[in-house]
């Protein structure tokens, strides 16, 4: 009796472990499939569907995990970009301080000569071979007017180590520059008292 029950069950369900793991595969990936093969329907046709629902499922994931990888990388490399960014803009800074050097006192600046024209006096023989330092001394003072409109362009910002090193910067670079000002204006100052082309006038 045991060996024709045995018999009976081996040749009334003689289901193999391949047919066990593609029902799994359906029931996983296509379980609205699952009752039409119960019905009858061909378990290899809703395995096959199954398996392509698994491999797009499987290649959708991948994608998705290679974008959020590359979106990774590119956020990484856009923070290493930004700190290299920041400490060239700071070693430009530093190394611009080191160059105009430290603030110097700032002097007054000497009263404006007022000076006339005397008509009819002799031209200064030297005028003409000091004509290139006048030349270089009005391209000084469009630099000066640019410098100026640069500096009035510049937006507010945040406060940040950057900002107070330009602070620094600027601030020694502008003491520098009047103390050098107020030297030409000297030394201009000077030269007029001793020309005959011109006077001042009290």
């Not at 430009?92 to 600046?109: K, L, N, S, W």
């Not at 024209?117 to 469009?142: D, F, R, T």
């Amino acid at each position: 009796m045991a060996k024709a029950t045995k018999r009976y069950s081996q040749n009334t369900f003689p289901v193999r472990k391949q047919e066990i793991s593609h029902a799994r595969t359906v029931l996983e990936h296509a379980p609205d499939l699952a009752d039409a093969v119960l019905a009858g329907g061909s378990l290899n046709d809703a395995y096959a569907i199954a398996q392509e629902r698994k491999r797009a499922k499987e290649a959708a994931e991948t994608e998705e995990a290679t974008r959020e990888a590359r979106e990774k990388a590119e956020q990484q490399k856009r923070r290493i970009e930004e700190k290299r960014k920041w400490e060239a803009q700071e070693k430009a800074v530093r190394e611009a301080i080191e160059m105009i050097g430290p603030e110097v006192p700032i002097r007054e600046m000497p009263p404006k000569p007022a000076v006339s024209v005397i008509e009819g006096a002799e031209p200064i023989k030297a005028l003409s071979a000091g004509m290139e330092n006048w030349k270089y001394e009005q391209e000084v003072l469009q630099q000066l007017v640019m410098i100026r409109r640069q500096l009035d362009s510049i937006e507010p910002a945040e406060p940040t180590r950057l900002h107070e090193l330009y602070r620094l910067a600027v601030h020694s670079g502008i003491t520098h520059v009047i103390e050098a000002a107020v030297k030409v204006i000297e030394r201009h100052d000077a030269a007029a008292q001793g020309t005959k082309i011109v006077k001042r006038v009290k």
